[in-house]
C-alpha cells in the first residue's frame, strides 16, 4: 500500500469527531456520489483481505496520540506532576520520532517535565449550544432544550492514510465532494466544511513502513489476533450510525468495541484490525476497523 497525509482546514463548526471509522464512512459515500455505486462496490468486494483506504484519526497539527506503554512509577515527590501529565492524550510528533529506537513511559514523562506547560497546554475549543427541541409530527417547538457540542476551532488537523487500488485523481476528487458536502452531523446545515491539502510524499513516511519490534495504532481498531498481540491498549465502546442514504431511513448500527488511538501492538503487518460486516445487517456495509501506525522499540 501507498501512504499519504491530508491536512485540512476547518471552515465551518464540526459536530462529528474525525475517528477513523467515520472519516472512511464518509469517504465511502463520497466514492458513491461521485464515481458511481458499482465502483464503489468494485472496491468493497474483497475488502476484509485487502482494504483499498485505511485513515488514521485526526490529530492537531504537530501532534500524535501519547502511546500506551508500560507504565512508569513516578518518585514520590513526582505524584502531582505524574497526574498532570497522564490527562495529556498527545504528544509532539517530533517526541516521538525522536525517540522511536528507544521509546518508554519513562522517558516520554521526562521529555514532558521540561515542556510541561506547552504539551499540556489545553485550548478549548468545544461549546456547549442549546438547541430547540422540534415535535417533527406537528412541525412546531416543544418545550424544552437540548444540548449539543460542536468544535469552533477552525484549527489544522492532519490525517494519515494508506491506499491501493485507488488513483490519487479518484481521492483528491472525492475529498473535494465531501470538503464542499460537509462531514459528518448536520453538514445540511453547514456543518463540517473544510478545505484540505494532500502531501504524497511526506516527511514522516518512513515511520509508517520501516518495521520495528512494536506498533503504535493511529487509528480505531478492532482487535484481530491474526495481525495484532496486544502490548498496552484502552477500549471504547462505540455506538456508530450510518450515513448517506440510510442516515434517516436506517441510521442505527449495533455497537462495537474497538481499540483507540495510542494503543500499541505486537505486529508484523503494517496493516492491523479487521473490517466487520456484523455491526450493520446490510451485504457489503462494513465498519471500518483497520488501523495504520508507526513502528517503533522501546519498552
Known sequence: MEYAKITIKQTSSFLSLLQSDTIF????????????EKRLMNLLEDFKANPFIIFSDGFNKGYLPKPLLMPYLPKDNEIKLAKKIKKSSF????????NVDNLSDEKIFNILKSEIKNSLKKVDSIQITQKNSVNRLTNSVKEGLYSIKEDFSLK???IY?????????EIVEVFN????????????????????????????KKYFTQKRGKFLSLSHTFYNPKNMLLYYGKTITKFPKAGGIY?????????????IPGSTFIAENYIIGDAEDRVYNLSNHYQNGFGIGIFFDGE
Do not use: H
Not at 464512512?25 to 458511481?36: H, K
Not at 492514510?161 to 485523481?169: E, G, P, R, T
Not at 464542499?180 to 466544511?193: A, H, M, R, W, Y
Open 91 to 98: 504528544l509532539k510528533k517530533e517526541i516521538l520520532f525522536e
Open 161 to 169: 492514510f494508506a491506499y491501493q487500488n485507488i488513483s490519487k485523481d
Open 25 to 36: 464512512g464518509n469517504f465511502a459515500w463520497g466514492m458513491r456520489f461521485v464515481y458511481g
Open 247 to 259: 442516515a434517516f431511513s436506517r441510521p442505527y448500527k449495533n455497537p462495537c468495541i474497538m481499540y
Open 177 to 204: 465532494y465531501i470538503s464542499k458536502k460537509g462531514f459528518g452531523k448536520d453538514k445540511s446545515t453547514g456543518k463540517g466544511k473544510f478545505t484540505f491539502k494532500i502531501d504524497w510524499e511526506f516527511k514522516e
Open 156 to 158: 489544522e488537523i492532519e
